[in-house]
């Protein structure tokens, strides 16, 4: 038997289960543990950022860019509350996020004291922002705490875990003859598939005549399975925002979210993978449309306005693979493929028109960006039109903040994504309000040379807000009028090289450039007022 610390045991846990990066802002209750990181500096790679939410939110683009566990590691209190955002936008998009966590000392723990970085209740609040939370109290526990949270980091469905370490805890020793072998450094083996369940799903697929598929996040790792199901029962298959890349847009299958609705009063079966079909609902359902729901969470079963006709837990990928064999040559779809193309040429003939500005800047970005280059949303008015007319081509190449609609989460986000994935280009995308949330992170970038492209619409307003204000209240805009720095100056003056643009033409010429560039860029597009596309996103009911 060997005794070692606490810090020493979470940073070889760390070490042995295949994190390599380390997420962070110092700070004094985890003192102890960066003192036990300096040894081991070289095989976990400290990634400090300038505020706390740039660390959450770049282990946060790190896992959505991997599909791999990411850690962070910050202090308790205002340091906690700080990530709070990253978390619930973790949370909304099942990334697997490990969030350390600080805290004051162990017997003063919700007693009110005073102490510096003191919150009450500060593990119930971490607790409603994971899936599950530890909390280490003493060197007698830690050890199986901390194995648990290594084991739930790696679970189904995935999603972040907190663990808490009070200051005077990381020195504590901990009893430790060998790690406790069941540790996942994978996911652990998928629910059983009920083969009664199976043998309906497969009667209803073959008896459908117009089945369209949605994908979301949970069908990220699902590719392949999922498009030849998809070419199977000629069905097509729409992506909202974290489903994109799941079917490449270039299979005529793969439809945008309005065009989905443009079909959805003609559907007799809905197939949600890993979706939670949530908004859809509002287009209208009836007796002549079935659903059958597929996903790896049984929480999700529950979550439907309308519940499904028939739910499944399972991973997405085993049950396609499952019934795949039952599919083949069964279902003649030649005129629900045409009607597919139909309405898809119809849908980009059109926007085309009505959000030209939006589509050209789009098309200049996909036209430099490779086809596994990271694409990383953020709300803005290109980035709202990017979830219908962005070509996706591959899997976890398009990076959305899912139902949680986090404004300014984009380029720590990208910086994230671009540190785990070198090995590919990535784009940040934000406009002027949403950008200065973590434009401090420009420093971060440049501190690490992590090469994330950055491009920054400016139009010197909350450009969404200011349009509702306008077109929904009578002309009455407030408080979404921005002053804004010279951008391209506040680049250079990181050290970063940056550049002022104001047309597609240009944008692409110099993206194109930036992208070769092992080294943070940085693109300003001055824009003005462009075309409103919600009436694709807040569709009507159609049907029901």
Not at 96 to 116: F, Q, R, S
Not at 349 to 358: C, E, F, H, S
Not at 387 to 398: I, L, S
């Amino acid at each position: 038997m060997t005794k070692t610390t606490v810090a020493q045991y979470i940073v070889s846990t760390l070490i042995d289960r295949g994190f390599d990066n380390f997420y962070c802002l110092p700070g004094v209750q985890n003192d102890d543990l960066f003192d036990v990181l300096y040894d081991y500096k070289h095989r976990l790679f400290p990634i400090h950022s300038r505020h706390e939410q740039g660390a959450a939110y770049m282990a946060l683009g790190a896992a959505l860019a991997t599909g791999k566990p990411q850690v962070f590691c910050v202090v308790p209190g205002p340091g906690f509350l700080n990530t709070a955002t990253a978390l619930a936008t973790a949370y909304s998009t099942h990334a697997p996020v490990l969030a350390l966590i600080g805290h004051i000392p162990a017997g003063a723990i919700d007693k009110n004291m005073g102490l510096l970085h003191e919150i009450p209740k500060q593990t119930h609040i971490l607790s409603y922002l994971t899936k599950h939370t530890h909390s280490v109290r003493s060197g007698a526990n830690a050890q199986s705490a901390i194995d648990d949270a290594f084991r739930q980091v790696h679970a189904h469905p995935p999603r972040p875990v907190g663990l808490e370490i009070p200051v005077n805890v990381w020195n504590q020793h901990i009893s430790n003859t060998d790690t406790d072998g069941d540790i996942a450094m994978t996911s652990p083996p998928i629910p059983p598939l009920d083969a009664q369940q199976v043998d309906t799903a497969i009667t209803m697929i073959k008896s459908a005549r117009r089945p369209m598929i949605f994908v979301g996040g949970g069908a990220q790792d699902s590719s392949t399975a999922i498009t030849a199901f998809a070419e199977s029962i000629h069905a097509p298959v729409v992506a909202n925002r974290m489903g994109h890349g799941v079917v490449s847009r270039k299979n005529p299958l793969s439809v945008p979210n309005p065009v989905g609705h443009t079909l959805w009063a003609d559907t007799d079966l809905v197939i949600a993978l890993g979706s939670r079909l949530q908004h859809r609902m509002l287009w209208g359902v009836d007796d002549n449309m079935k659903i059958l729901h597929v996903d790896i969470n049984p929480h999700q079963k529950h979550i439907f306005p309308v519940p499904a006709d028939m739910f499944i837990h399972a991973d997405c990928r085993a049950f396609v693979t499952r019934v795949l064999p039952h599919l083949s040559g069964k279902i003649d779809g030649d005129h629900w493929r045409s009607r597919v193309a139909e309405a898809k040429s119809t849908f980009f003939d059109k926007i085309r028109v009505d959000l030209t500005p939006q589509v050209e800047y789009l098309n200049a970005i996909r036209r430099a960006l490779s086809e596994d280059g990271i694409y990383v949303e953020d709300l803005t008015q290109c980035g709202f039109v990017a979830r219908m007319a962005f070509p996706t081509y591959k899997p976890r190449t398009f990076l959305s903040h899912g139902y949680q609609g986090t404004l300014g989460w984009g380029l720590a986000t990208a910086i994230g994504a671009a540190h785990a994935r070198r090995d590919v280009p990535v784009v940040s995308i934000s406009g002027d309000g949403g950008f200065m949330f973590t434009m401090s992170e420009l420093a971060t970038a440049m501190h690490h040379n992590i090469p994330v492209n950055i491009v920054v619409f400016n139009d010197n307003a909350f450009g969404n807000v200011k349009r509702f204000q306008i077109e929904n209240y009578n002309h009455r805009p407030i408080a979404s009028d921005l002053t804004n720095p010279d951008f391209v100056k506040m680049a250079n003056s990181f050290g970063i090289a940056a550049t002022r643009v104001s047309t597609a033409d240009a944008l692409e010429k110099q993206l194109k450039q930036d992208i070769q560039v092992d080294a943070p860029t940085f693109i300003e597009v001055c824009v003005g007022d462009m075309p409103s596309p919600w009436q694709y996103i807040l569709m009507p009911k159609v049907r029901g």
